[in-house]
Nanobody
Framework: QVQLVESGGGLVQAGGSLRLSCAAS????????MGWFRQGPGKERDFVAA????????SYADSVKGRFTISRDNTKNTVYLQMNSLKPEDTAVYFC??????????????????WGQGTQVTVSS
């Protein structure tokens, strides 16, 4: 089992950047595939990005390709989401998620067993 804690959210102007972090407990972090999802007001929880156990493979939602970068540091049990060129439509609560597995193609929220509490990102126009 793994526990996840996100940080790094906040208020930023359009065009700005933020880096989210997700710290995981446990000694087997490298055995988990990780993902970031977001949920805007009144919306469903949507896939943002995913990364495999080693960090060697990543996948992104079309809406964030070229602007967001997911990465991980297995020595620090942490996954990151670097968000550049932020837009007002990126405003949402961002969640990190974990599941056992070596792949990167986990883009559905029901494929993940463990979730953080979320961190708010607000982009002003």
């Amino acid at each position: 089992q793994v526990q996840l804690v996100e940080s790094g959210g906040g208020l930023v102007q359009a065009g700005g950047s933020l880096r989210l972090s997700c710290a995981a407990s446990g000694r087997t972090f490298s055995s988990y595939a990780m993902g970031w999802f977001r949920q805007g007001p009144g919306k469903e929880r949507d896939f943002v990005a995913a990364i495999n156990w080693s960090g060697g493979s990543t996948s992104y939602a079309d809406s964030v390709k070229g602007r967001f970068t997911i990465s991980r540091d297995n020595t620090k049990n942490t996954v990151y989401l670097q968000m550049n060129s932020l837009k007002p439509e990126d405003t949402a609560v961002y969640f990190c998620a974990a599941r056992r597995g070596s792949g990167v193609g986990y883009i559905q929220s029901n494929q993940y067993a463990y979730w953080g509490q979320g961190t708010q990102v607000t982009v002003s126009s």
